[in-house]
C-alpha cells in the first residue's frame, strides 16, 4: 500500500491570535494528531506568520516552489480551517487549481471537504466567503472609526517626521513633538519660506545638522498640513475631502505653511544664491573671474605635507587664481569698515521708532476694522438662526448661509493671527537690533558658512567683480550705504591727508551748498586694503 505524505501549513497573524486564541503550538498538535490518526507521514511544517488576505506570503511562496521542484513527493497540505488557507475566495480557487496540476490536495482538518462530490464545491464557497466577508466588514468598520477619529482632530497615521505616537490618558491615539527633529522641522519651513536656499539645498544642510530621514521622506513633510495644525481627511464614498483642525500642537503657522507651499509650487522661487557655502571659501559663486566672465569656483590645493591651501580659481582653461586665505580677510576687512559709528546707535533707534510706529498705527486701525467685520457676520449668525427657529428659514438655506459667514470669519481670524497679532517691545528689538549691526563683522566672522553667504548677499545684491586686482560691485545694500554716508558726513571731519578711508568714489560731491552732481553707479572696493 502507497505510503501517504502530507505537509502541514501552520499560518497565524498578532491580531487573530489576540482575538481567537490561534496559536502556531496549537495548530501543530491538532493537525500531527490528525495525522497520526490517519496514518499520513508527516515531509514538512510550515510555520507562517502573515496575513491571507493575498498568496504573497514569503514561506507559501517558498513551498510553493520547493512543490513545483519536487513534484509527486506530497500527497495532501492539510491546514486547521479554510480561513488559514486564505481570506480572499477569488485567489484561493485560483491557488487550489495551481496545488492541484501539482498533485497536491489542499485539505482543512475542521472542515473536510471531499471534491469529488459536486455538493462540496458549494460548501467550499461558503468556507472561503466566510473569512472574506468577516476581512470586510473588519476593514470597513476600521475605515469609518479612523475617519471618525480624524473628524475630532485625532491624527490616525504614522506620526510625522518631528512627532511620535502615543496615547493620551483615555488611551486614544495622539502625536506630539519629539526632539530634535521637531526644530529641525521648523527650521526648514522657515528656510523654504524665505526662498534663500532652493529645497535641495536645505535637505543637504538638514542632513549635516542629524536629520535621519529620506530626501523623499523630507519632501512629503513639507507638504504635510499636520505641522501647521490641520488634518486633511480623503474624499470616501459620497463624503466630500476636509481638512480639520487638529487636537495635536502645530509647529508652524498656518501662513507660514502656505507660503512654503506656494515656493514648492513655484509661484515664489526667487532663491538669491545658488551655491552652498564652505567654511575657508564662502564667496565662491559670487565673484566673476575678470578673465573670462564666468562664475569664480574654489578648492582645496595639498602640498607634499599634505597640508590644505584654499583657493579660488576659475573653471578648466582660465588662469585666474588667488589664496582665500587673503581674499577672505581682505573682504572681512572691507566689511568691517561698513558699521556705523557707535555714537549714532540712539539716532537710529529714535528713526526706527518712529517709522515702527507710523506703520504699526495703520496696522492696528486695519486690525480694528477686521474686528468689527468679525461682530457683524456673527450677528449676521444670529439673526438667521432666530429665522430658522421661527421657522421663517429653510434649513438647506440656513446651512449655506451660516457656511458662508463661518468661512468668511475664518479667513478674517486668519489674518488676525498672522504677524502683528503680538506686538514685541520694539525699543528692546531695536536695541538689541542696532547693537547687532554695530558688530557686523564679528557676527560674520563667528557665523557658519551658510549665514556668511547670507550676510555677503544682503551687503551686495549683485556679483563682486575683479579688475586691477580690485573687488568691485555694482550695487550696495542701499541701506548699507546709507547708513555708511550719514557716518561719514556727520563725524568728525578728517583732513584727507590724515586718512579718510571712504569706499565713496571721489566724484561724488559732498551734500552742501553747491548742486550734487551725477553719481556713478558703480562702488569701487579696493581687494588690498591695508589698515593704516
Known sequence: MKETIADLYIRVSTDEQAEKGYSQRSQEDFLRKFCELKGYTIRHVIFEDHSAKTFNRP????????????RGKTDYVLFLKWDRFSRN????????????????????IEQPLDMEIPESKMMLAFYLAAPEVENDRRSLNVIHGMRRAMKEGR????APVGYKNVRDENENKIIVPIEPMASMMIWAFEEVARKVYNTEQIFKIIKQKGFTRSRAQFWLALRNPAYCGKLFIPKYKKEESVF?????????????????????????????????????????????CPNCGKLVTGSGSVNRYKKAYPYYHCTKGCRFRERAEDVNEQFYRLLKRYVPKPEMIELYQVVLEQAWKEQSSEETINRASLGKRIKELEGKITVIRDLLASRNLDPKEFAIMKANYTQEIEKIELQLSGPG???????????????????????????ESDKKIEIISSCFPDKLYFENRALRTFRVNEVLN?????TNDLGPKNKRENGTNSILSSLVARPGFEPRQTVPKTVVLPLYYRAP
Do not use: C
Open 482 to 486: 546709507y547708513i555708511y554716508q550719514i
Open 59 to 70: 514561506k507559501w511562496k517558498a513551498y510553493l516552489l520547493d512543490l513545483k521542484r519536487h
Open 155 to 158: 491624527h490616525m497615521n504614522r
Open 244 to 288: 480639520v483642525k487638529g487636537k495635536h500642537k502645530p509647529l508652524i503657522s498656518e501662513e507660514l505653511f502656505n507660503e512654503v507651499q506656494e515656493v514648492l509650487d513655484g509661484r515664489g522661487r526667487t532663491y538669491k544664491p545658488k551655491v552652498m557655502a564652505n567654511l575657508f571659501l564662502p564667496l565662491r559663486g559670487l565673484i566673476v
Open 421 to 447: 497679532a503680538d506686538k514685541p517691545n520694539i525699543k528692546n528689538l531695536l536695541k538689541i537690533g542696532v547693537g547687532k549691526l554695530l558688530s557686523l563683522d564679528y557676527v560674520y566672522e563667528n557665523s
Open 89 to 108: 475566495a477569488g485567489d484561493a480557487y485560483q491557488m487550489i487549481s495551481i496545488l492541484r496540476r501539482l498533485g497536491v490536495e489542499p485539505q482543512a
